[in-house]
């Protein structure tokens, strides 16, 4: 037992040193959603009319910002496999001694607490920009975080177990990601949306990932905390069966 703890440990150390000394990533990982946050959320706050925001539109699309940078690093970092193949670590650590369901473990904490910090920042950004957030629930928000990045690492490792070219990988990732946000009302509210949209949205667990920070952090959600926690804990523990299944299947 103690030699598959101390296996995690170390996955995880790798993945950490490894996020950590790529600086540009880590920028390049908030351009985009700080862009999102500061031409749109600035732009058009207090223009639109939005239930329980008293029209701040810059609140109201901060929790979604937040999913976006969760979603994206997190599914994005399952190249690490695709990666570790090329360069022949993967083979070696699939030799090691300990069950691959370990591996899969320690890849997912290192690369989720890298997703963490990067939703740390963007929160940080956000508070610059002006937004107020209930600083009282952080501890839950850092830990729904976890579990957001947790389950989309999980499926992002899982893809990855079956694709061995990074262009591939990125396109099915660009592929996936994208409806997935756009469909998760994290820049605007889907009852606006026609009714074929909202039907499809309930079965984006992007969307029960931005109702859950949106309570988190500003108080309002239009949909239970208990209902989307409740079917995020689901997904991530039908996502790492996915990831491990997949990865077991990976031939040394």
């Not at 947790?150 to 996936?176: P, R, T, W, Y």
Request: with cysteine; net charge positive.
């Amino acid at each position: 037992m103690s030699h598959e703890l101390l296996a995690i440990y170390f996955l995880w150390k790798r993945e950490m040193i490894r996020f950590l000394r790529s600086k540009s990533r880590i920028i390049g990982s908030l351009a985009m959603p700080f862009f999102f946050l500061a031409i749109l959320g600035t732009g058009l706050s207090g223009a639109m009319k939005l239930p329980g925001m008293n029209g701040n539109y810059l609140e109201f699309i901060t929790p979604g910002i937040l999913g976006m940078v969760l979603l994206f690093g997190s599914m994005f970092l399952g190249i690490s496999v695709i990666i570790d193949r090329q360069f022949g670590f993967l083979k070696e650590t699939l030799i090691a001694p300990v069950k691959r369901t370990t591996l899969v473990i320690g890849k997912t904490l290192g690369n989720s607490t890298a997703a963490v910090i990067q939703g740390i920042l963007m929160l940080l950004l956000s508070v610059f920009l002006g937004v107020t957030i209930q600083l009282q629930d952080i501890l839950f928000t850092i830990l729904l975080m976890f579990l957001i990045s947790s389950a989309f690492v999980c499926l992002g490792i899982a893809i990855a177990s079956k694709l061995e070219d990074m262009h591939g990988f990125q396109l099915i990732m660009n592929f996936l990601m994208m409806p997935m946000f756009f469909l998760s009302g994290a820049l605007f509210p889907l009852t606006s949306a026609p009714q074929i949209i909202q039907t499809i949205a309930y079965f984006d667990p992007m969307l029960y990932a931005v109702e859950a920070l949106r309570f988190s952090l500003l108080g309002y959600s239009s949909m239970p905390i208990l209902i989307s926690v409740s079917i995020l804990i689901a997904f991530f523990i039908a996502t790492t069966f996915l990831a491990a299944y997949f990865f077991n299947r990976i031939e040394s």
